[in-house]
């Protein structure tokens, strides 16, 4: 069977690709290896990944997606040659159309840089489309009604706030705080609080197991390994989910106050909209545990997790696919 439709949510953390009738094909880092000697590509995707932290200095990986925009179009282009040809197979020998996701803040530059690229790296037609909207329709929102729907999409680089109404974006905010600054944050307050150093994978791992929006009393407890600063030796040391929250608080505070700013700039009767309906979170970022009572209790709206949250806006591109025609003429022309 041939491929003519890729779906590509393109975030600074992970790399999904949807194809319609076979659903999610590919889920891997968005990051590439690269020798720099002679400046050709070693690995992408998982494979890179595992090299972090573990390489020789002629060997670079690169995360060539920053806060959701294109950091270096000619590693953008090779990871998306990668995930295109993975699509569709050895065979295919028709160029495929791609829908790829795109922050809301984008500039028609950066617009024209993922085009530019996916077009170079195998696509016949390229499309972009804001993630808040992609978020939005693979939440199951029906974006098209006249009453508004909040959506808080947090992915690795950047979390955006929107409020979605009659098939476009009423208002919104983007913060660069997400999942990277969010592994960060763990690093540097292990680094401060037991002077122990651990890296990238680490920070992530303690994320994803025990991060927490919230202390709590029943607190969850993970196992780490890292470097002691003071006697430069390896040290095991237990963290729990309060601390991981402590570290984690100005970060989410920050967030709570761009949601703040998209109510400041709605219409009051949109407001009213989601004060009945509620808040949807969605991305890899959103979750962390309790999250939807922290921005509960930051603003007094009710918040929900989407189901399979990190998906969501894969599953968008997914819905636009199989309907492309229409979108054609209403959502992918809005700039």
Request: hydrophobic fraction near 45%; charged fraction near 20%; glycine fraction near 8%.
């Amino acid at each position: 069977m041939f491929t003519s439709k890729i779906g590509i949510d393109l975030g600074t953390a992970n790399t999904i690709v949807f194809l319609p009738g076979k659903g999610f094909i590919i889920n891997e880092p968005t990051i590439v290896a690269l020798s720099v000697p002679d400046n050709t590509v070693l690995a992408v995707g998982r494979e890179a990944k595992d090299m972090i932290g573990r390489t020789p200095a002629d060997i670079v990986a690169y995360k060539p997606v920053k806060d959701g925009v294109i950091a270096d179009y000619y590693i953008t282009k090779a990871l998306l040659r990668y995930f295109i040809s993975r699509a569709v197979g050895t065979f295919n020998i028709i160029k495929p159309e791609v829908v790829i996701s795109v922050p809301a803040g984008i500039t028609q530059t950066e617009r024209r840089a993922v085009i530019n690229a996916a077009r170079e790296a195998g696509a016949r037609e390229a499309f972009v489309v804001k993630e808040p909207i992609l978020a939005a329709l693979g939440a199951g929102i029906p974006i098209n009604a006249h009453s508004g729907n909040m959506i808080i999409n947090m992915g690795g680089g950047t979390s955006e706030v929107a409020i979605v109404s009659l098939g476009g974006i009423v208002s919104w905010a983007s913060v660069r705080i997400a999942g990277n600054k969010f592994d960060q944050a763990i690093m540097d307050f292990i680094k401060k609080k037991h002077s122990i150093a651990i890296g990238e994978q680490t920070a992530e791992a303690i994320k994803i197991e025990i991060g927490s929006a919230l202390p709590i009393k029943a607190k969850m407890e993970f196992q780490i390994r890292g470097r002691d600063l003071v006697s430069g030796l390896p040290k095991d040391l237990i963290i729990n989910s309060s601390e991981v929250a402590e570290a984690l608080n100005p970060h989410l505070v920050d967030i709570a106050r761009a949601v703040q700013s998209v109510f400041n700039s709605t219409p009051p009767e949109l407001v009213a909209d989601v004060m009945e309906k509620g808040i949807l979170l969605s991305g890899g970022a959103s979750q962390l545990h309790f999250l939807g009572e922290f921005f509960e209790r930051m603003l007094g709206v009710p918040t929900y997790s989407a189901e399979d949250p990190l998906f969501c806006v894969a599953k968008g591109t997914g819905l636009i696919l199989n309907h492309i025609d229409i979108y054609k003429r209403t959502l992918l022309n809005k700039r």
